[in-house]
């Protein structure tokens, strides 16, 4: 999972405090979903869906499918 948010992270250019910004979180948080520590919540999930532009099962690595 932490893979998928970094990857689509690094496509748009965006620092986690970036990232963290624009959803509402923290950078500790976005820093801890990229190194798998946790998973975000589903509101976040659903902000992170909207920013990168991907599905939800992708940034949780249910699947590879990007869209």
């Not at 992270?9 to 509402?24: C, D, N, P, S, Y």
């Not at 939800?56 to 249910?62: A, F, I, M, P, Q």
């Amino acid at each position: 999972m932490g893979n998928n948010i970094a990857s689509e992270r690094a496509k748009l250019g965006l620092t986690q405090k970036e990232v963290a910004e624009k959803i509402g979180v923290s950078e500790k948080s976005v820093a801890r979903w990229e190194r798998g520590e946790i998973a975000p919540q589903a509101t976040a999930l659903k902000s992170l869906h909207g920013l990168f532009g991907c599905t939800v099962d992708y940034l949780l690595g249910l699947t590879e499918e990007r869209i």
